[in-house]
Structures are given as C-alpha cells and as structure tokens.
C-alpha cells in the first residue's frame, strides 16, 4: 500500500477541519515562503526533511488561541520560527549546537503544563526523518504510534480525522466549530494482586535464638599440632570498636479513653484473620515481610481506664483525619507519634479531629555528618537525637495532663492482642460550591443548566456504570449490587465497615502494595508490573468516583467521573440525557 504525499494528506486533513472544524481549521497558518525556510537550515546548520518541507509548504504551523490546532496532548504544529527559537534553546542546553541539531521540533508540547513534544530526527542513518518525542524536550519517548516519516505521519492524522480512529492515543472529534481529542487507554484486565498473593503465605515465625560463634573455638577434640623443631601456632583475635547502645522504643501510639482493646482494633480497621497477641520483635518481623503486603501492623492494649495501640510498621495512620474520627467518636483520644524529625501530640474527642493550632509539634536539626536511612535507628545511630528527647519529654506530658503512664521499653517484650490493618478510606473532600464549568472539552456547565437534576442524575449514573465497566469494577458483588440499586434509585451505604467501604479500603491497599512492590525493583516476593499498578490505580479512582456519587452533590460527583473515564464520548451525555 502506497503512502500518500505530504500535499495529498494536508489536502484531506484540510477538509475535513472546513467541514467539521471550521473554527480550527482558520487557526492554520498559509504556506511558508521556501526562502524562510532556506535560511532557518542556514541558522541551524542542518538541512531539513524532505517531508518537513513539504508539510511548511502547506501549511507554516498554527495560530496560537482558542480552538488551535493540537495534536492531542502533543500540542500546536511548530512554525518555521518556532523550529528556530526551540532548536537553538535546545541546542545550546545540550551541546548540540556545534555539529547542528540533531532533532528539529515538530510540535510545541502543551501550553497548559509539562508534556511531550514531537520531534523529527534528523541525522543522518536509518532513523532519519522518524517521529520521535522527548519529554520537555529532553527525556527521550516514543509516542504511542511511532511514524518512521512525517509522511506516514500526516496520512495517519488524515485517516484518523476522516474515520474517527485512535490517533496518539486518541480519539478526534468535533465541537462548537473545534477539533477536540478524546482520551483513548484501556485498563488491564486481571492484573497481579499483591494481597492475594499475601493470602498464600503463612505467617513468619519468631526469629530463632541466634548461635553465638566463640571467637576461639573449642578445639578439645582435635589433635595438637605436632611440636617439630620450629614449629609455630599463630591464633587470631576479632577486635573492633562496640557498637553502640540501642536506641529507645519510640513507636507511634494512641491512646483512647474507656474503649477495650478489640474495640480499638475493630475501629482502626483490623483484619480479622490476623488478630493474634504478638510481641513487638515478634510484630515488626510480620510487618516486614510478604505476608503483610505492606499494610500496616498495630499491637493493643490497656493502661489505667485507657486502651492504646501502637504501629509496629507500615504507613503512618494514628494522625489520619479519617483515623482520628473513627477512634474518637463517643471518647477521646490522644495521639503521639515520632516521624523522622518531627514528634507531634495530636487530640480528638467525640469525632472531631481538635484544631491544627492544638497540636504540639517538635521539629529537630538532623545530626551533622550523619549518613542513614529508616534502618539507621536499629544499629544505634540517632539521626535527629532533639525529637528523641522530645517523645520522652511528651511522655511525661501524657502522665502529667492524662493520667496516662506508658513506658515503650516495658510494653515491648510484652504479648498484645495485635493485627494487620486495612486502613480506612481518607475523608472525602469538602464539595465545591461551583463545580468545574468543563471537564476537558465537555462544557458540563451547559449540560448541568439544560437538564432537570433527576434526568441529570440519571445520566450521570450511566456514566458511572460505564466507568465501573471500563475499569472492570463491575465484577465486584459490592460495586455491581451498589450500581444496580443507584439504578433503581435506592440508597447505597457505604461506610468503612459496610461490605462496599471494605472492597474501596482493599482497592485503596492493592495500589499501595502494587507501588511499593514496583520499588523493589522486581525483588519482591511477587512480580508486579506498571500496567498492574496502572489497573489498580484506575480501579481505586473508580471506586472513589462511585464513593463520590453516593457522598457528594451530584455536580462534583460528575466531575469526578467524567475525569475518570477513559473514553468518554461527548455524545454519549447526550445520549443518556434523551434515555433518562
């Protein structure tokens, strides 16, 4: 099959911009003057593409303004002036501007932030003349399909304008006079769950008592060496300086007033098949290996009227918004924790998180010339010894103002009732009072005015039915039970405990566990890819939407989930608008 020229794909993408996008199509700049073009190859120093020529000669760029000419998220086709200014920065950031340019600007990225921009190779070899794209100029990257010419370039922007295709992963349309690009991505299907995996593995157990090799061994049962003339014994001593003292226990840990220990537990977000007592060598082993699927590990117990947790490993969670809510409603709760350099005394009672002013916060300098990460405390070295002053001196303050006399030391050796959590779901945001008049290129603002809220709420659930089905929700008994009940205008609960809010905690955990396994750089105990990660993510942001839809007014909610789909077609709204 032939590739058409450069002048027969510009003369089919002409078209169909006067046809459908006429706004757009006035943005197009007239042909460039060959001498214009002549002189910019003098100035760089490089002959350009043959197809590059061509395509200036059609058209020389685009009119910056509303309703431009983009190339998806790629931007505005360069003129022969931005080609200049853009390759003479780039060449003088990174020395390419002695032997001339090796790449020639074919796009000008987006305006509205960091993106890619599209390139055109041009050094001599076989990957002259290709398509290629660099992140902010520099990083290279292929676009999702990859022209080995601009020719192959345009015929396929001609062929996706005409037909409707996928084009640099998306999709053209036309509104309001505007060629508008729809975002084209598929979720994974079935990818690689970090939890269940998790499911498979038992539990480790304590570490067995370490064998204590003597320096000088006994060696009762082994002939002496013979005693010949000149005969020498030469022995070795190990020396070295002792290492330091340990560093005290300094866990975060909270408190709450006339609750049992299951009872806190239970609010933290326990997983009930790995509640157990546990010593906290016994904790901080579970919590640091595959069983755990680094969802945090917390131990409980009880101390004069008050029930305390503490976290033995995992994220941070007692100063959680969500977490603070949930353990104070009906008492009162003080937290403690110890976060790097900052130590902090936080309160809530009866489900109000007190003021940010309330809470006491100490900040220390790291020591100098101090080298260590999160291990760095276990072999002894205090990096910030201020905020190890600071828990203790916080100590006395929880004796002093609460009554409360804990001692970490003392609690370590101990067993408590301890277990892993799911933790809880974030508060959702507070709704805005005007929502976001576009969603992209949709204009929501003229749709939400145009239509009757229960028709309007209708739509929206179909949209949201699809976004579940894009990111493959659905299949979940919860979510499909949740949808069909929205669907036939019945309420929908969705509280942490509720079956509904455990299947968000889970998806919310999966994606924690999917990043953290993905830093392991394939030497965790599974093998998590980006695409798992990436269907993940999409999943927990659907399930999100949905929390959304069920929480908030309808408006923010539609803004969430218009975002969240990953082919949303502006007739589709439409279409469900008339179906309500």
Known sequence: MSIPAVEESWARVDAWLARHAPRTHATLRPPAPRAGIEAAERTLGVPFPPDLVASLRCHDGVELGDGAMELASYGALCAVADIVRSATLLGGVTEEAEEGAERLPLTRGSARGASDALFLACRPGPHHGRVVGYFDGFVPCLPPSPSPSLRHFLADLAEALNGGFPFLGHTPSAEDGRLVWETERTVPADPVSPLTHAGTLAEPESDPPALRRPVFPDDA????PSQGSGTQRLSFVRTGRSRPAPLPDQPDVVFAAGLTPD???????AVPGTVRPRDRRQAQRAV???????????????RGGWAFATLEGGAAQFAR????????AGTRVVVLTRQGPEVALTFAEDGVPCPQERTRRVMSPRKPHTAGGSWARRLGVDLWPGSTAAYTRFLAVLEQEFGIIYDPAEEGPTELTGALLLPLLDDLPEAEDEPPARVGDFDLARLVESTPPQRLRVAVAAQLSRLASETGIDAYPEVAEALDRIHRGLPVRCDQGDPLGVRMRTLTAEVHAARELLRDDGTGPVSVSGEDLTAWVARDHAAHALREFVRLPLLAAAATILQQRASFRRDEGAEDVREA
């Open 263 to 269: 009872e806190m537990l239970r609010r933290l977000g």
């Open 321 to 328: 918004p969500a977490v603070l809510r949930a353990l104070s």
């Open 221 to 224: 049962g082994t002939p002496p």
């Open 288 to 302: 640091e290996s595959a069983w755990a699927a680094h969802r945090p590990l917390v131990r409980a117990g009880e």
